[in-house]
């Protein structure tokens, strides 16, 4: 087994500004801080991100308890140990409870060291986790995200110009007041477009019959209408939807899915990797969902290329079957931090997966000095 020593761990902050900002029903995002960790063993560098918002919108953790964890907790427990394998990382930082995000970004920067120093991409050392029998994909179904529009007209617009792009699924944010109507209209103008809507937990279990109203409008999936944390009340919505319902914000490990699969409490799962602790997690989730032949996607955190490139590559496994929140670096960043961007294949809606070893995109360093910056600019409140 190849393996790595841990010299030094550096957290770089930067403030990257949205090319379109998104709002959801807990928000708006128009600049994104980011923390990316940047892990040196030996001659490598490793590379990770975490995904932490500037308040607990999506999930508790911020850029605040991120930077706090990160430094006097997690950043310690790894330096100057040595390391096979993610798992091994992990045991490593287990005594931290929770924060997720945190975790993930130094996992990530792992994963990056552990395939460079086996001379592979990411996607293979992946694959390798757990038994899979079929192979890994090299380019990867992908969709686009819509936020919550100021009018119905400017939201027809914007799908317009995405389906005018090549993106062959369309996930629209909805919200109480902005969902009935809006699927409506979408659906009238575009009878036959692949689409799904993502509530971000802004219902309740007493809007069961309002949702069921949706049910109509052929969506693939509604996703995470109620609580943040909720299985079981999901379980007592999905009987009174023909929609499927897919949880994102309630699932931080496996046993999550096992669970919300025995409660029936969805039909499809978003697996982000941030968001359940890391790749090695990740895996954990695709494995369960592949062994049961539940329907799978990888969600987004509007990363940037490091943590887009993580996304792509666990994309490539063969259990994630529904296109992925992952779109081309052009509707996020111009530019981005990493080189070169992710160019959407608008023949299929798919997006290439990194070949070169590592993550296989090259993180560019002077750009990274320009955004960290702009860091004062945006979040003085975090220094
Ligand atoms: O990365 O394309 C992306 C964004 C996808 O809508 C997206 N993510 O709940 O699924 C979700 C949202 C969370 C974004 S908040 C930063
Ligand atoms: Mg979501």
Same mark, same amino acid.
């Given at each position: 087994?190849?393996?790595?020593?841990?010299?030094?761990?550096?957290?770089?902050?930067?403030?990257?500004?949205?090319v379109?900002?998104?709002r959801?029903?807990?928000?708006?995002?128009?600049?994104?801080?980011?923390?990316?960790?940047?892990?040196?063993?030996?001659?490598?560098? #490793?590379?990770?991100?975490? %995904?932490?918002?500037?308040?607990?919108?999506?999930?508790?953790?911020?850029?605040?308890?991120?930077?706090h964890?990160?430094?006097?907790?997690?950043?310690?427990?790894?330096?100057?140990q040595?390391?096979?394998?993610?798992?091994?990382?992990?045991?490593?930082?287990?005594?931290v $409870?929770?924060?997720?995000?945190?975790?993930?970004?130094?996992?990530?920067?792992?994963?990056?060291?552990?395939?460079?120093?086996?001379?592979?991409?990411?996607?293979?050392?992946?694959?390798?986790?757990?038994?899979?029998?079929?192979? $890994?994909?090299?380019?990867?179904?992908?969709g686009?995200?819509?936020?919550?529009?100021?009018?119905? @007209?400017?939201?027809l617009?914007?799908?317009?110009?995405?389906?005018?792009?090549?993106?062959?699924?369309?996930?629209?944010?909805?919200?109480?007041?902005?969902?009935?109507?809006?699927?409506?209209?979408?659906?009238?103008?575009?009878?036959?477009?692949?689409?799904?809507?993502d509530?971000?937990?802004?219902?309740?279990?007493?809007?069961? @019959?309002?949702?069921?109203?949706?049910?109509?409008? /052929?969506?693939?999936?509604?996703?995470?209408?109620l #609580?943040?944390?909720?299985?079981?009340?999901?379980?007592?919505?999905?009987?009174?939807?023909?929609?499927?319902?897919?949880?994102?914000?309630?699932?931080?490990?496996? /046993?999550?899915?096992?669970?919300?699969?025995?409660?029936?409490?969805?039909?499809?799962?978003?697996?982000?990797?941030? $968001? %359940?602790?890391?790749?090695?997690?990740?895996?954990?989730?695709?494995?369960?969902?592949?062994?049961?032949g539940?329907?799978?996607?990888?969600?987004?955190?509007?990363?940037?290329?490091?943590?887009?490139?993580?996304?792509?590559?666990?994309?490539?496994?063969?259990?994630?079957?529904?296109?992925?929140?992952l779109?081309?670096?052009? $509707?996020?960043?111009?530019?981005?931090?990493?080189?070169?961007?992710?160019?959407?294949?608008?023949?299929?809606?798919?997006?290439?997966?990194?070949?070169? %070893?590592?993550?296989?995109?090259?993180?560019?360093?002077?750009?990274?000095?320009?955004?960290?910056?702009?860091? /004062? @600019?945006?979040?003085p409140?975090?220094?």
């Amino acid at each position: 087994m190849t393996a790595i020593t841990i010299d030094s761990i550096r957290l770089h902050r930067v403030a990257m500004p949205l090319v379109e900002p998104l709002r959801t029903s807990f928000g708006l995002e128009a600049v994104r801080p980011v923390v990316l960790a940047e892990m040196r063993a030996g001659e490598r560098v #490793g590379w990770g991100e975490c %995904v932490a918002g500037e308040g607990p919108g999506y999930s508790y953790e911020t850029i605040g308890t991120a930077q706090h964890i990160l430094t006097h907790y997690l950043i310690p427990k790894l330096v100057g140990q040595t390391v096979s394998s993610a798992a091994e990382a992990r045991r490593l930082m287990a005594g931290v $409870r929770g924060h997720p995000n945190a975790k993930a970004a130094l996992e990530g920067a792992i994963w990056d060291l552990l395939a460079q120093a086996r001379g592979v991409a990411l996607a293979d050392l992946l694959w390798e986790r757990y038994p899979l029998t079929k192979p $890994r994909r090299d380019r990867v179904l992908v969709g686009v995200s819509i936020g919550i529009q100021p009018t119905i @007209d400017a939201t027809l617009a914007i799908i317009e110009k995405r389906l005018a792009e090549g993106y062959g699924r369309i996930k629209l944010k909805i919200q109480p007041g902005w969902d009935v109507e809006l699927a409506a209209a979408v659906r009238s103008a575009y009878p036959d477009i692949c689409l799904m809507l993502d509530a971000n937990s802004a219902y309740t279990l007493d809007d069961a @019959d309002h949702l069921a109203k949706l049910d109509r409008f /052929n969506l693939l999936m509604l996703e995470q209408p109620l #609580g943040h944390d909720d299985i079981y009340e999901h379980s007592k919505l999905q009987p009174r939807l023909q929609t499927p319902i897919c949880l994102d914000e309630s699932i931080h490990h496996a /046993n999550d899915v096992r669970l919300a699969l025995e409660l029936k409490a969805c039909r499809i799962i978003n697996l982000k990797p941030p $968001r %359940v602790g890391g790749l090695d997690e990740a895996c954990a989730v695709h494995k369960v969902c592949y062994d049961e032949g539940v329907p799978l996607w990888i969600g987004g955190m509007l990363e940037t290329g490091i943590g887009r490139a993580q996304n792509l590559a666990i994309a490539s496994l063969p259990g994630v079957t529904l296109p992925s929140d992952l779109s081309a670096t052009n $509707r996020y960043y111009a530019p981005d931090i990493t080189e070169p961007p992710f160019v959407l294949n608008r023949e299929d809606s798919t997006i290439a997966v990194p070949s070169g %070893v590592g993550i296989g995109v090259e993180v560019q360093q002077d750009r990274i000095a320009t955004f960290a910056g702009r860091w /004062n @600019d945006y979040f003085p409140a975090w220094m």
